[in-house]
């Protein structure tokens, strides 16, 4: 599967925005979806994950009830809402899939995904 992540952009503090990951393929409701980000010189960190079909999510405590996590599988993309943003969710971001079983259904370790989007940066302004 290939991914195309998109919908970065400059927002305010407070502000929001919605990333889009859209999948190539057929069989995009057979993979676990996830989103990473990496900040500038920092390590890549989970953000989020989705099960296949789209009722079982995960977030990372720094955004967990700022950030929401959903999927089309009918368009095959996942989309990652974005409220609330604060300057240090200033980062790349980026999609992930696999159709590897996992034991919840969603992944949270980026070592698990073996597809990955080409990241899309988001920066929030103070």
């Known amino acids: 599967v290939q991914l195309q992540a998109s919908g970065g952009g400059l927002v305010q503090a407070g502000g929001s925005l919605r990333l889009s990951c859209a999948a190539s393929g057929r069989t995009f409701s057979s993979y676990i979806m996830g989103w990473f980000r990496q900040a500038p010189g920092k390590e890549r960190e989970f953000v989020t994950t989705?099960?296949?079909?789209?009722?079982?999510?995960y977030y990372a405590d720094s955004v967990k009830g700022r950030f929401t996590v959903t999927r089309d599988n009918a368009k095959n993309t996942v989309y990652l809402e974005m409220n609330s943003l604060k300057p240090e969710d200033t980062a790349v971001y980026y999609c992930?899939?696999?159709?590897?079983?996992?034991?919840?259904?969603?992944?949270?370790?980026?070592?698990?995904?073996?597809?990955w989007g080409q990241g899309t940066l988001v920066t929030v302004s103070s």
């Open positions: 992930a899939a696999t159709n590897w079983y996992r034991p919840f259904g969603y992944s949270l370790r980026d070592y698990e995904y073996d597809y």
């Open positions: 989705i099960n296949r079909s789209g009722d079982t999510t």
